[in-house]
């Protein structure tokens, strides 16, 4: 079975700092991986994926993330978070069965904190 | 906008009760998908239909049950309810059934009383 495990539930940073939101992932299939963000009161919305390709995946608002199949992790990176960030970030994953359905498989979430 | 429509925004009823929650896909998108998100549990699938079918049924309980109409809606029941099924249930959609991102919509918040 398939598991994420997202190892900071909170991470606070200064606003124009780096952060790393780290997720690790457990499967004994190929699998394909997301980031989504939360903001308060609203649906989650896809920030990158991988499904293959380049371990070097870049999304919206200036966040990127890599894959790294060794480590089975999939972390979250911004060179420069701005307060508008602020908000609980989940990873996922879903496997590369034959059945077609793909399941996702959340994280319990990392809620991160930009403070001026 | 992620294109994924939900009603109601909020509902509030006692225990024992029965309620629908309503979900409307993207334009297009075949493949309907709902979630419970609450403190103690998280994030958790419920179900998955595609074009009608019910295809994967995860963390639901015995007293919810899902629907999928031609029109693509979906609904999802929730009968008898405990103070425990207070949660945030999230609709989701997606193009087919396979690879590809689910599109959520913003969810409806259940308080059970």
């Known amino acids: 079975a398939q598991s994420v495990t997202q190892l900071d539930s909170q991470v606070p940073v200064f606003e124009e700092a780096p952060v790393e939101l780290r997720c690790n992932y457990s499967?004994?299939?190929?699998?394909?991986l997301f980031w989504y963000v939360q903001y308060p009161n609203q649906g989650l919305q896809l920030l990158l994926k991988?499904?293959?390709?380049?371990?070097l995946v870049k999304g919206i608002n200036g966040f990127e993330a890599e894959f790294n199949k060794s480590q089975t992790s999939f972390h979250l990176r911004k060179p420069s978070v701005h307060i508008s960030d602020t908000a609980e970030y989940f990873c996922?994953?879903?496997?590369?069965?034959?059945?077609?359905?793909?399941?996702?498989?959340f994280g319990t979430g990392t809620r991160l904190l930009v403070s001026p | 906008d992620s294109g994924v429509t939900q009603t109601p925004k909020h509902l509030i009823t006692a225990t024992g009760q029965r309620v629908t929650l309503r979900c409307s896909p993207r334009?297009?998108?075949?493949?309907v998908y709902w979630y419970q998100q609450s403190l103690d549990q998280g994030l958790q699938f419920l179900i998955q239909?595609?074009?009608?079918?019910?295809?994967a049924k995860g963390n639901i309980l015995e007293r919810f049950s899902a629907q999928q109409f031609p029109d693509l809606h979906s609904e999802l029941n929730l009968s008898s309810l405990e103070l425990g099924d207070s949660a945030l249930y999230f609709c989701?959609?997606?193009?087919?059934?396979?690879?590809?991102?689910?599109?959520f919509g913003p969810g409806t918040r259940l308080t059970v009383l």
């Open positions: 996922a994953v879903s496997d590369r069965g034959n059945t077609g359905f793909q399941k996702l498989v």
């Open positions: 499967s004994s299939v190929s699998v394909y």
């Open positions: 334009s297009g998108d075949l493949s």
């Open positions: 989701a959609s997606s193009r087919d059934r396979t690879v590809g991102e689910q599109f």
């Open positions: 239909y595609y074009n009608g079918e019910e295809r």
């Open positions: 991988y499904l293959s390709g380049s371990t």
